[in-house]
């Protein structure tokens, strides 16, 4: 796949599932995700999240290339519903300080809403926090916002 970033930008961007080789690109694209959301991460939790997302175990992640290098990334999973048989849940997406703004995560959101229409899924959907306004300012273009907020109960002892 691939899609210009830009109406008025000449290069393109080329969206594509992660590859073994990807990870030296991926990973300060996920320490970045992990950082913006001050979510404290260890080499080993980045190391098995990366094998989880080459292991074809249900989680799938795309990057988004400009030029051969990993600009952006997100990471997406399907599952059932009791209301649909299967929806989407985008997890992660995440795109480079220097490369915001010209459309490299609308890129990435409709590549995984490809896949979630090829999936025969029925809805995709995702999470952002209330202070990401830049991002939601995508989100309110591209999706609708339905007015939910997000409880986590500690599981951990």
């Known amino acids: 796949m691939s899609q210009p970033i830009h109406p008025d930008h000449a290069e393109a961007i080329v969206i594509a599932p992660l590859q073994r080789g990807d990870f030296a690109g991926w990973l300060p694209l996920a320490q970045g995700y992990k950082a913006f959301y001050e979510t404290a991460t260890s ?11 080459m292991s074809d175990g249900g989680v799938h992640g795309l990057g988004a290339r400009l030029q051969g290098q990993l600009v952006g990334i997100t990471h997406y999973l399907f599952h059932d519903s009791t209301w649909a048989p299967q929806v989407c849940y985008l997890q992660d997406l995440y795109v480079s300080v220097a490369h915001r703004g010209h459309g490299v995560a609308a890129a990435l959101i409709d590549a995984v809403a490809q896949a979630t229409r090829a999936a025969g899924a029925q809805r995709l959907y995702w999470l952002t926090q209330t202070h990401n306004e830049r991002a939601r300012r995508l989100y309110d273009r591209v999706a609708e916002y339905r007015g939910f907020i997000r409880y986590d109960h500690p599981i951990k002892d």
């Open 43 to 53: 080499t080993e939790e980045y190391q098995q999240a990366w094998e989880r997302l």
